[in-house]
Structures are given as C-alpha cells and as structure tokens.
T-cell receptor, first 115, second 110 residues
Framework: ETGVTQTPRHLVMGMTNKKSLKCEQH?????MYWYKQSAKKPLELMFV???????ENNSVPSRFSPECPNSSHLFLHLHTLQPEDSALYLC??????????????FGPGTRLTVL | RKEVEQDPGPFNVPEGATVAFNCTYS??????FFWYRQDCRKEPKLLMS???SGNEDGRFTAQLNRASQYISLLIRDSKLSDSATYLC???????????FGSGTRLLVRP
C-alpha cells in the first residue's frame, strides 16, 4: 500500500536467538530508517542510511545491527535481545535525507516480542 | 521538558463534532512540522504538513504558532473513520531527523 514492506510482521524470540528483520522499499528513495515504537512512547529513531551509507546511529545498543546492501533493502539483525526490546519496529524511507520537508513513508512494522 | 509534547487523550467526541489538538515543541529553531495519523496496530501515515500561514485540507486545518511554539490540528465534521492516534512531528534542523510526539488518541462515536 505505501510501497514499503516489512517481514516478518510478527516475531517472537528468546533472548539467546538470532533473527533478522527485513525492509524493502519500492519507491526509488535514497534514504531508509529504522524506528522503535514502544507502548505509550513516541517513535524513536534508531538508524539512518542514505545512499547505502549509515549516517546515524542514535545510541542504539550493539545487540541491534543494521545492514543496507542497496538503497532498496534494509535489514536489522537481532541477537541476545532483552525483554524490554519488545516493541514495534518500523522501517521508513524518504527521497533524500538532506531535506527536512521530505515525507517519510513507513512500512507496516514488525511486532517483536522477546521472551 | 519533552521535545514534542501532546495531550495523550483520548478525546471522545460524537460524529459531526469539531475537535482540536495542540502540540508544543521545545526547540525554537525547529523548521518543519507535520501531523501523522496512526491507526491501531498500523504504521504512521502523513496526514498533512503544517505551514507558517496555516493550511487546510478538506475537513482538516493545521496551524503553526512560532511565537508560542505550538501547532494545532482542527478536525471539522468528525467521521467514525477519523478515530486514530494523531502524531505531532517536528523536524529540528531541516535534516532527516524527525521528532515524534507520543500522540493524541481520538475516538469518534456514533
């Protein structure tokens, strides 16, 4: 619908598991983002990639590891997560990260539960 | 003080009512302002940008008050389908970084 897809939509994992979230955008955008949305909290920016280069790491713990192989794909690799990492993880894209007026288009999110 | 602050609500209004939300921001150097809408268990979607002169899109009117550092969203003739959480979003420095408020929940009842 929005041109940004995410898989899986739901994920339950144990603290010792390793999993990856995938995001793909079909909009021809150059910038991609990972956000975390916890219950009753505002969206928190985690990572930004522009033209495949990471331009922002918003003090995210190393148990979250992003990967951007090309401008259309973005991954978030997860390992040894904590229960407090349970949240909705949203991917977004925009034309270019340089303009404050660029609209960011969000994917449907992956709802992650860490047991 | 939070960078972007909103009343969480919920605002519970009957169909056809007019409802208004305010949002305050802390950084006077903020450049761009937006309202996003987020339905339950869905992703945020841009509702409208907010311009200095104010702007209107159908039943929705957004206004910016730089002196008092707040933006507002007015919804006229509320529909059941307007029930959602409305996110106030501020761009601080004309870069990519958007600061989101926690959202204001609107419930429109029949």
């Amino acid at each position: 619908e929005t041109g940004v897809t995410q898989t899986p939509r739901h994920l339950v994992m144990g603290m010792t598991n390793k999993k990856s979230l995938k995001c793909e955008q079909h909009l021809g955008h150059n910038a991609m983002y990972w956000y975390k949305q916890s219950a009753k909290k505002p969206l928190e920016l985690m990572f930004v990639y522009n033209f495949k280069e990471q331009t922002e790491n918003n003090s995210v713990p190393s148990r979250f590891s992003p990967e951007c192989p090309n401008s259309s794909h973005l991954f978030l690799h997860l390992h040894t997560l904590q229960p407090e990492d349970s949240a909705l993880y949203l991917c977004a894209s925009s034309q270019d990260r340089g303009s404050g007026t660029d609209t960011q288009y969000f994917g449907p999110g992956t709802r992650l539960t860490v047991l | 003080r939070k960078e972007v602050e909103q009343d969480p609500g919920p605002f519970n209004v009957p169909e056809g009512a007019t409802v208004a939300f305010n949002c305050t921001y802390s950084n006077s150097a903020s450049q761009s302002f937006f309202w996003y809408r987020q339905d339950c268990r869905k992703e945020p979607k841009l509702l409208m940008s907010v311009y200095s002169s104010g702007n209107e899109d159908g039943r929705f009117t957004a206004q910016l008050n730089r002196a008092s550092q707040y933006i507002s969203l007015l919804i006229r003739d509320s529909k059941l389908s307007d029930s959602a959480t409305y996110l106030c979003v501020v761009n601080m420095d004309s870069s990519y970084k958007l600061i989101f408020g926690s959202g204001t929940r609107l419930l429109v009842r029949p």
